[in-house]
């Protein structure tokens, strides 16, 4: 807390994490790899007291001003914010799945979606079983690429069509490699995370443009009621 007309506080630290706390930021400061450092200037001017304290009423606990020292979020919260974004990765595979179906015209069981489903789901046990013994970033790049082999496979089997893999396995590797980004990112984290998705749904909405819903579901009709 100020307690002089003028003075000038400086800190400096090789934390890597810090969070200015009160109601007075730092004049000026600056965050990097190798730490932090800040300044803090006071003056007759910024203060509601003169160079004399005549009583304890004039110093007011809105002064205060400090750092606290952030802990870094360990694997068990990195997995926790990965699964925030369980719902969009698995709805986002359902939706290209069922339009991969719809463009070739080759139905998709319900127990195929399950079995998806489950692959998408295991994804996160990975993670978070690998990265209890290895970096969390070793253990993304493990359970994501073992997760996207499995749904490759899995894909080709039933298309029995290289390129339709090869295009399920591309769209994965993108979705996964972008919520990858959104974790390592803090300040930023909503704002890149919203941009991402607007262009996720622009390019399903332009890669499905051509596709005549009424008519595959015409198609697929007579399959279903045999």
């Not at 039933?158 to 399920?168: M, N, S």
Request: with cysteine; net charge positive.
């Amino acid at each position: 807390m100020p307690l002089a007309g003028n003075s000038q506080f400086t800190l400096q630290s090789k934390w890597l994490s810090p969070s200015f706390d009160g109601n007075i930021i730092p004049s000026s400061r600056k965050i990097d790899k190798t730490g932090f450092s800040a300044n803090w200037l006071f003056n007759e001017a910024n203060l509601p007291f003169s160079t004399l304290i005549t009583g304890a009423k004039t110093i007011n606990a809105s002064l205060a001003f400090g750092v606290s020292l952030l802990q870094p979020g360990n694997e068990y919260a990195q997995t926790g914010r990965c699964i925030k974004y369980a719902i969009l990765l698995i709805g986002l595979s359902f939706a290209l799945f069922f339009i991969m179906e719809i463009m070739q015209q080759k139905p998709v069981h319900p127990i195929q979606y399950v079995l998806v489903g489950f692959a998408l789901i295991i994804f996160y046990t990975l993670l978070l079983s690998i990265s209890e013994i290895a970096s969390f970033n070793l253990a993304y790049f493990v359970a994501s690429s073992a997760t996207i082999l499995l749904i490759t496979v899995y894909v080709h089997s039933h298309f029995q069509q290289v390129k339709t893999a090869a295009y399920f396995t591309l769209l994965l590797s993108l979705l996964y490699g972008f919520i990858f980004i959104v974790l390592r990112l803090e300040d930023t984290a909503l704002l890149v995370g919203s941009i991402g998705l607007f262009i996720i749904l622009a390019i399903v909405m332009y890669a499905s443009r051509h596709v005549n819903w009424y008519q595959s579901v015409s198609r697929t009709a007579p399959f279903v009621a045999e």
